[in-house]
């Protein structure tokens, strides 16, 4: 692994710095995930969501009576941002009043939403109710994006629930792409069709092999591209025309401080919790759900939250298979936690693939 003595320096800090935030566990963000039905059927979906109820939406009564017995006695709600997900969470017609419940309670709340169902009405609804933030899934072009996410309305619909958001001054947001080989000659050209778009915060990611696109090869980018990946990321964030960052898939070796905001950490079940639609309680929805760490219904969320969650925060276990030897654990620990399978064996690494030539 290539790194300069600057880089290796503050990456050392950093790791000192995660240290602490482990043995404080401080609750900033919990994910909601509130229901698993879905308008779209994406072939990268690692829910594998449909429009029918494979599993009833949580009660937002169970929900709130975690938040106000167990969560709100324990934090300043002010500094907890809820983030509901799904699935589709605009599929809940009382979505709004979700929103408005949390808003009442001083938590800053936002969504993830694959746009289909946002119009004006709505928009307008979700903003009378508190919106803090949203997130907008555009994944390339019109062929690109409908190919991805299976509606031929998909893009158009997302495109123009993006618009809305841009001009809105209130909310926070950003607009997520998720990166296939399709999509990959095109990048600059999209780059520029954002920026048009006055599009200002953009999210960047490759497509885990996990879910519908576990076995789904047309969707992996080659080694090759995504070391070219990140050298647009780089590029493009130091043009500063579009704030661009790549998401959380992993440490990056060399471009690391270069294509985030800030050094990799996996913050599940350090900062970050998940109360999943049969009420477990994870790190993140994004991580398969044997490493729940309890219930909601048989345990008490801050309870579990206080005293459990070893497997997220002691992560010498990690050190096994292709990281045993990696010079990169003391940084990354073994990847994301959504990085492992069901037997905690890691499925996929992005250091891996781009540090031969590192």
């Known amino acids: 692994m290539k790194l300069g003595f600057r880089k290796r320096l503050a990456l050392n800090l950093f ?34 969501c449909t429009a029918t109820e494979t599993h009833p939406d949580m009660p937002l009564e169970d929900f709130l009576k975690v938040v106000d017995e167990q969560i709100t006695p324990n934090v300043d ?30 938590y800053p709340w936002g969504l993830v939403t694959n746009g289909m169902l946002l119009d004006r009405n709505r ?17 390339g072009f019109e062929a690109e994006h409908n190919a991805l996410r299976g509606h031929p309305e998909s893009f158009d619909r997302a495109l123009n629930a993006i618009r809305m958001i841009v001009r809105e001054p209130s909310v926070k947001y950003d607009v997520i792409t998720c990166i296939t080989p399709a999509l990959f000659p095109k990048l600059q050209e999209f780059k520029e069709f954002l920026i048009a778009e006055k599009v200002t915060h953009w999210r960047i990611g490759t497509i885990f092999p996990a879910g519908r696109a576990a076995n789904d090869v ?9 070391r070219a990946l990140f050298e647009f990321i780089r590029d493009t964030r130091k043009e500063g025309r579009i704030n661009v960052t790549f998401s959380c898939e992993g440490f990056l070796g060399e471009f690391e401080g270069e294509v985030r905001d800030h050094f990799y950490w ?11 639609i ?4 994870s790190g993140c929805t994004s991580i398969r759900h044997n490493f729940s760490q309890g219930n909601i219904y048989q345990d008490g969320f801050w309870d579990v939250w206080e005293n459990r969650f070893e497997l997220f925060r002691d992560r010498s276990w ?36 781009i540090r031969g030539n590192g």
Request: hydrophobic fraction near 30%.
């Open 15 to 48: 790791a000192k710095y995660g240290q602490i935030e482990v043995k404080e566990h401080k609750l900033r963000q919990l994910f909601w995930e509130s229901t698993l039905r879905c308008c779209l059927n994406c072939k990268h979906c690692g829910s594998d």
């Open 77 to 106: 709600p002010h500094h907890v941002m809820v983030i509901i997900s799904g699935g589709e969470p605009l599929m809940r017609k009382d979505l709004e009043k979700c929103g408005l419940e949390l808003y009442k309670r001083g």
């Open 123 to 139: 928009f307008d609804r979700l903003l009378r109710s508190g919106l803090h933030s949203i997130s907008v899934s555009l994944d």
């Open 218 to 226: 047309t969707l992996q980018l080659t080694d090759a591209q995504k």
């Open 266 to 276: 996996c913050i599940a079940g350090v900062n970050v919790a998940s109360i999943r």
């Open 278 to 281: 049969d009420g477990s309680i």
């Open 318 to 353: 990690a050190k096994t298979g292709p990281c045993e030897h990696c010079e990169a654990f003391k940084y990354c620990l073994g990847g994301g936690m959504h990085q492992r399978g069901d037997d905690k064996e890691l499925v996929d690494c992005l250091y891996l693939h």
